[in-house]
């Protein structure tokens, strides 16, 4: 499924996220950033640039050197440039956060996938 977002004069669509790890951290800061405006500005654009990095259009997100805040200031800049409205980050953004934040499995998912992992037995 795709995810269709407006920045600027560019209407993009893009993929669903699929890396769990990412979608998860990135889900924690938008909440840790909700009282916080400009934290919120930041994990927004940071989403953006995960979402984009097909595209080739922002810096890429490398999750084991990049902290999301910092990543996603770097991000506000060059949107910003490129004059996207705080708006359209805003809202994209949190198009991209939502989600980010379905794909997390619940307890529910969790508990049918109980067998995931495979006994020392099976994997022979």
């Not at 890396?19 to 927004?44: H, I, K, P, S, Y």
Request: with cysteine; glycine share 4%.
């Amino acid at each position: 499924m795709t995810i269709k977002i407006q920045l600027g004069k560019f209407s993009k669509e893009i993929e669903e996220p699929s890396d769990l790890a990412t979608c998860l951290e990135f889900a924690l800061t938008w909440g840790e950033a909700a009282d916080n405006n400009v934290d919120l500005l930041r994990v927004c654009s940071a989403a953006l640039g995960v979402a984009l990095d097909k595209e080739a259009l922002l810096p890429k997100y490398r999750p084991d050197r990049d902290k999301i805040l910092p990543y996603g200031r770097k991000i506000l800049s060059r949107l910003l440039e490129q004059e996207v409205s705080s708006q359209e980050i805003f809202t994209s953004g949190s198009i991209v956060l939502s989600a980010m934040a379905a794909a997390i499995p619940n307890k529910k998912e969790v508990e049918e996938k109980e067998d995931f992992f495979l006994s020392p037995e099976e994997e022979h």
